[in-house]
């Protein structure tokens, strides 16, 4: 189970003495099998996917605006999506809320419920020092979450720095600050990181990102994963 237990983690390769930023993070180059969806196709799914999975009616609208403000930023918030409501379907809804798993552990709770706990103890983690992370379990697929933070950002002036780590080691860093993005470090990274960092990122010492506006319309997805998800949503009786 994937769990971050280090809250006096600050991370040598990003707050070394130099930092470079890339400005064109490589996503998943498109494919013959790819159907293009507009963002609000992409909206449609995701309201239609949740509400076979049993999330409330007032929650439907939520988890489509999370997926929606990664997808216009570059992010692959479909994608992450699309795993969450297969990966757990022998859960309940109840089960994925829940930050102590069944087997006791911490961690792997559903990232857009979390969202809203973490929005509820945002004053804590931006408490500590800039640059200290926060000792908060990964949910699964923990991108879901950002949006969240992104939104906390906002009313704070601030940009929070959420860094994916793969065995200990960063593989990618997404920063935010209300209405905009940026990936910085592997694509890959979103998907495979076995533990996270939430830390408010430390402008005074290190400027300012290259944070990126909504540039998105529409993504090309694979359109088998599509059937996928669309095999889930027809399964509503």
Known sequence: M?????????????????TTFSEKPKRRPALPNDVRLSLDDVDRYVVAAARTRGYPEDFLTHAARQVRFLEARGLPGFA???????????????QRGR?????GQ??????????LRIAERFDRIVALPPGREADYPM?????????MLAECAGRHCIIMMTTFYIHERSGAYVFVDGDRAALHGSYGALFEADSWGIA???EETHGT?????????AIDFPA???RDLMTLIESQP
């Open 224 to 226: 088998d994963a599509l």
């Open 209 to 217: 990102p290259p944070l990126r506006e909504a540039h998105v319309e």
């Open 80 to 94: 992450s999506f699309r795993r969450e409501m297969l990966e757990h379907g022998t859960e309940t809804l109840a």
């Open 2 to 18: 994937r769990v971050h237990h280090h809250p006096d983690r600050m991370d040598e390769g990003m707050f070394g003495r130099t």
């Open 99 to 103: 930050v102590v798993r069944p087997d």
């Open 106 to 115: 911490s961690g792997g709770q559903c990232p857009m419920i979390d969202a």
């Open 139 to 147: 949910p699964s697929n923990p991108l879901l979450a950002v949006p």
């Open 200 to 202: 408010r990122f430390p």
